[in-house]
């Protein structure tokens, strides 16, 4: 699992519609299908009446991640005083995340970083903070349009 993905798990991501599809398609544990003759199968006893259907359950929607409600509810608990709004190493640490040069690197890398921004630290930290707050959009994040430019 790359950094964004723990990032993504850290504020609640993760409920996609995969998974939604996976439970919509499992029938429930005490849901019971008819045969061909009638016979209601899965159940203590048959019966002849019964023309039982199994029905998947709709699938729930992916609910939007408000991220800044959900760092800011973090940042007020957090023993440091963090400032996640603009500092990509407060980000990460807020979120228990490593924080170090080499993990930005690494997270840099991943989400595809131009190399001539790698070779500042702090270039890249600003590109860095900028395309995870994008990238959180573009995975249903709700993020103030203030964090996007």
């Not at 023309?51 to 992916?62: C, E, L, R, V, Y």
């Not at 440091?80 to 640490?93: F, H, M």
């Amino acid at each position: 699992m790359g950094l964004f993905d723990r990032i993504k798990e850290k504020l609640g991501f993760g409920h996609d519609s995969s998974e939604a599809h996976k439970q919509a398609s499992t029938p429930p544990a005490n849901a019971t299908a008819t045969s061909a003759e009638g016979a209601t199968l899965g159940a203590d006893r048959p019966t002849a009446t019964t023309n039982a259907t199994i029905t998947p359950a709709a699938a729930p929607a992916m609910s939007q991640v408000d991220v800044a409600v959900k760092l800011d509810g973090m940042a007020a608990t957090h023993p440091e005083t963090l400032n996640w709004r603009t500092s990509i190493v407060d980000l990460l640490k807020l979120l228990g995340l490593d924080s170090s040069l080499t993990a930005r690197k690494e997270l840099a890398t991943e989400l595809g970083c131009p190399q001539d921004k790698m070779t500042d630290s702090g270039t890249m930290n600003i590109w860095l903070h900028k395309t995870v707050m994008q990238k959180l959009a573009e995975h249903g994040g709700s993020i103030p349009p203030e964090l996007l430019h």
